[in-house]
């Protein structure tokens, strides 16, 4: 029985272990995480998700301070279109993180950053721009462009030095998204080094709409891989969502995979961002606990936990000092359904909104729960002690499992 040992991904003059670790953010895919998964032969991702305050907690900067003490007059104004980010400190914080991460890189793996086109922070194109360069600047491996599949994003970049040198990928949950982008960068004369094939069990936001249930990872993976290899475009293909075991990966390493892309494992090692208190909630996840909603201010259906505290949270919307999910006139669709609920208030009443929630201020606070489908078989990967606490994993023995595993087997900590 194969395992995914077995198997190399190959991007360029690398070899690696194929195994990627998706993007997380805000912060749960930690640097610390990246830089395991890199040391051990794989691929990490860190996110540029909220990086003015991921760069403040990080290495004590104050960008998102500063950026409120700017712009606190425009608080009780619905149209948050004068909250402009600068785009020299966007930079700079990108470059921070980033460069600080890539100096510490040992070992033979990558370390890519995971980009949300659809963090459209108030002026979406050029807020992208200063994004994806100063990456590049910085010296990050690769990056995936992800949530929102801009179709303008290698046009963004196609100028900078390191376009032809820096590993770029997407993350598509349809055939006929790739096609669109494909045509779309066509004239850039570059094409993906790898496709992220994500299906509609994976965490974060789905390339799906309500319908995602009806849709499956092994059948989108079949169809892009049949087009490309018809069209005879050598892309790495890498499925995600819902790969729990080796013997997952394995079998679709088997079907023409050049690697996997996994996450929900990783969000109970000791690298990741999740406080410890959060980790023991995906641990004791069940089944009924995970839901698709629509409260997401970004219009896409996201998968969470049902009893994290940014369900039915009435936050003030804070986009003074964070402001990621607002679109190219100045409002988020959150900063609106709490102002309905404010003006229908009752004296004596705590608002409370259901439709929406202020993503930026609960993800910063690791309030909002994004999680995969299969969070609820976490309890089957560890051990839980006497106090009825699981015990947390190191990132080491997660990719070493997927490593090595077979079947359906998982390996648990051992007891010291
Ligand atoms: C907690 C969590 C947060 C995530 N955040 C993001 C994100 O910010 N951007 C993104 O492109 N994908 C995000 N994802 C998706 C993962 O990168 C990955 O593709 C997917 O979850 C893999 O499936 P798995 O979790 O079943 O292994 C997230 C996943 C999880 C579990």
């Known amino acids: ?24 953010g805000v912060d749960i895919s930690t640097a610390a995480l990246a830089l395991e ?52 400190l966007l930079a700079e914080a990108t470059r921070l993180h980033v460069s600080k991460t890539m100096e510490a890189k040992r070992g033979p ?20 721009r200063v994004r994806l360069r100063a990456a590049m600047d910085a010296g990050i491996d690769g990056i995936t462009l992800s949530a929102g599949l801009h179709l303008g994003s ?3 970049m196609e100028d900078h030095p390191r376009f032809r040198d820096i590993k770029l990928g997407i993350i598509v949950s349809s055939l006929r998204a790739l096609q669109l982008f494909l045509k779309k960068i066509a ?16 965490g974060g936001h789905l390339g799906f709409g ?18 490309l290899r018809a069209e005879k475009l050598d892309i790495a293909l890498i499925p995600a969502g819902g790969i729990f075991t080796g013997g997952d990966a394995a079998h679709v390493f088997e079907l ?5 892309q996994v996450a929900t494992r990783f969000t109970v090692t000791n690298e990741c961002g999740l406080p410890d208190d959060v980790k023991q909630e995906y641990f004791r996840a069940t089944e009924e606990q995970i839901e698709v909603n629509r409260i997401s201010p970004t219009g896409y259906p996201m998968r969470m936990l049902k009893n994290c505290p940014a369900l039915g949270a009435g936050t003030r919307p804070n986009c003074e000092a964070f402001g990621y999910l607002l679109d190219s006139s100045g409002h988020c669709t959150y900063a609106e359904s709490y102002e309905r609920e404010r003006l229908a208030l009752a004296p004596g009443q705590k608002i409370v ?6 993503l930026c201020t609960h993800m910063r606070s690791f309030d909002c729960w994004t999680c995969g489908h299969f969070t609820w078989r976490l309890k089957d990967t560890s051990l839980r002690d006497a106090d009825g606490q699981y015990r947390l994993l190191s990132a080491e023995h997660v990719f070493r499992d997927y490593q090595y595993s077979t079947g359906g087997k998982i390996e648990l900590p051992r007891i010291d």
């Open 1 to 24: 029985m194969k395992c995914v040992d077995d198997f190399r991904l190959r991007l360029g003059s690398h070899e690696l272990v194929p195994i990627v670790v998706g993007g997380m």
């Open 37 to 88: 998964v890199a040391r051990l032969g794989g691929i990490g991702h860190i996110s540029d998700a909220m990086v003015h305050t991921v760069t403040d907690r990080r290495f004590h900067t104050h960008y998102v301070r500063d950026r409120l003490r700017q712009y606190k007059f425009n608080i009780g104004n619905l149209d948050k279109s004068v909250a402009q980010f600068d785009l020299g």
């Open 109 to 128: 793996g990558l370390v890519f950053i995971n980009c949300m086109e659809k963090l459209t922070m108030n002026n979406p194109r050029e807020t992208l």
């Open 154 to 156: 290698f046009a963004l």
């Open 187 to 202: 004239r850039t004369g570059r094409r993906p080094d790898y496709i992220v094939v994500e299906g509609p069990l994976a």
């Open 210 to 227: 309500d319908d995602w249930a009806q849709f499956d990872l092994i059948a989108i993976f079949t169809e892009i891989r049949d087009w």
């Open 256 to 260: 023409g995979a050049a690697a996997v």
């Open 353 to 358: 909104v259901h439709d929406k929630t202020c």
